[in-house]
């Protein structure tokens, strides 16, 4: 039997690819260094519940307003604290 995953994607993904590329010109430190963007990324996905859907509609039909609401902030605040972790540790680097 031959089955195929590929549809299957981290719904998050998208929202904090989104959310790094408008915060990046509010880090002059990281932004337009697309390896630090990348680590911003994988720090503020880390930081967030996986939600594995196969389309798009899926999660929006079973979400209600207030989870989608608490959805975008919990990105909003991933990709925030991410920024400052990344800049933390490029800080650091630099130093030492």
Same mark, same amino acid.
């Not at 039997?1 to 994607?9: G, V, W």
């Not at 990348?38 to 039909?61: G, K």
């Given at each position: 039997?031959?089955i195929?995953?590929?549809?299957?994607?981290?719904?998050?993904?998208h929202?904090?690819?989104? $959310?790094?590329? &408008?915060?990046?010109p509010?880090? =002059?430190?990281?932004?337009?260094?697309?390896?630090l +963007? *990348?680590?911003v $990324?994988?720090? &503020?996905?880390?930081?967030?519940? =996986?939600?594995?859907?196969?389309?798009?509609?899926? +999660? *929006?039909?079973?979400?209600?307003?207030?989870?989608?609401q608490?959805?975008e902030?919990?990105?909003?605040?991933?990709?925030?604290? *991410?920024?400052?972790?990344?800049?933390?540790?490029?800080?650091?680097?630099?130093?030492g």
């Amino acid at each position: 039997m031959s089955i195929d995953f590929t549809s299957i994607r981290n719904h998050n993904e998208h929202a904090v690819f989104a $959310a790094v590329i &408008a915060a990046a010109p509010r880090y =002059p430190g990281v932004s337009g260094r697309e390896d630090l +963007l *990348a680590d911003v $990324a994988c720090v &503020a996905l880390n930081r967030l519940q =996986p939600r594995y859907i196969r389309h798009t509609v899926d +999660l *929006a039909f079973y979400q209600s307003e207030k989870e989608r609401q608490d959805g975008e902030q919990a990105v909003v605040d991933a990709v925030e604290y *991410a920024f400052g972790f990344v800049q933390a540790r490029t800080a650091m680097r630099a130093r030492g």
